[in-house]
């Protein structure tokens, strides 16, 4: 369970049992809540962020967006037969392109920034996990399958598999403004002549941006990836539910991000798929 604001936001895993979670919010933070439930044995596992305020600011709102235009690239590749980290390299271009919006990064190409690992300074995780029985579920590495990757970014995923009808995982990229990845990327000449580092500046402190969603793969025939996570996602969805608006929905209003809706069957026994 992870519950961060305000700068906290940039620290993968925050808190712990020796450093409580004391930190005030301000109107201007982004919250990021990490946290899941478990089901008749079965666990779930989702990200939210979203402004104190209820209102994204101007950069706040790029950032996020950035987020979700990565798991909508990622939600397109999960079907059968794509390897996890071609879904993880689709996100981190969508990381770029963003950061690109921003002024962040400058003096180069998508791809040129792709082979010196750029997105991997922003976004050091890897790209989600399996998810079942166990939050971190296992199978990731079993003998038979592809081996853990080299690259930066790549050598933190949980998986490298091949995707498989009916395999669940989590689509869950982030954004973040890490002062000692920022600082070592700045110091490498390689990597520095992609980063404007007066606009850089303006990002200390910001936090980060994550979003995370439990994904069922599905062939293409079937309507292609399912998603269980039924959160509000888009800038007009959280600012509206902020804002004390009713969820889910009257309307999905982003289709594309696949969301499987239900409500609490008669009776309170267990969930029945609706349609919006």
């Given at each position: 369970c992870i519950g961060a604001c305000g700068p906290n936001n940039a620290v993968l895993h925050y808190g712990h049992g020796a450093a409580p979670n004391d930190r005030e919010l301000q109107p201007t933070d982004l919250a990021l809540l990490d946290m899941?439930?478990?089901?008749?044995?079965?666990?779930?596992?989702?990200?939210?962020?979203?402004?104190?305020?209820?209102?994204?600011?101007?950069?706040?709102?790029?950032?996020?967006?950035?987020?979700?235009?990565?798991?909508?690239?990622?939600?397109?590749?999960?079907?059968?037969?794509?390897?996890?980290?071609?879904?993880?390299k689709a996100a981190h271009r969508e990381i770029i392109k963003a950061l690109q919006g921003l002024g962040v990064l400058v003096n180069g190409t998508v791809e040129e920034m792709m082979a010196a690992h750029m997105a991997a300074v922003f976004m050091p995780h890897g790209l989600g996990h399996l998810i079942g029985c166990d939050t971190h579920d296992v199978g990731g590495y079993i003998p038979g399958t592809p081996a853990r990757h080299p690259a930066p970014g790549l050598n933190k995923l949980r998986t490298a598999r091949v995707l498989e009808a009916d395999m669940v995982l989590t689509n869950e990229p982030g954004c973040y403004f890490i002062d000692a990845l920022i600082d070592e990327a700045l110091s490498d000449p390689s990597r520095a002549k992609y980063m404007d580092a007066a606009v850089l500046s303006r990002f200390r402190g910001f936090g980060g941006v994550r979003l995370e969603d439990v994904v069922v793969v599905r062939d293409p025939s079937l309507g292609g990836a399912?998603?269980?996570?039924?959160?509000?996602?888009?800038?007009a969805e959280v600012e509206a539910v902020m804002a004390g608006g009713p969820w889910p929905p009257a309307r999905d209003e982003a289709p594309e991000l696949k969301r499987a809706w239900t409500k609490l069957a008669a009776g309170g026994l267990g969930m029945e798929l609706i349609t919006l």
């Open positions: 899941g439930a478990e089901y008749h044995g079965y666990v779930s596992d989702i990200t939210c962020s979203f402004p104190i305020s209820g209102r994204f600011s101007p950069e706040q709102r790029a950032v996020y967006e950035g987020v979700l235009e990565a798991q909508r690239a990622v939600l397109k590749l999960m079907v059968p037969g794509t390897a996890w980290p071609e879904c993880h399912e998603s269980l996570s039924t959160c509000p996602r888009t800038v």
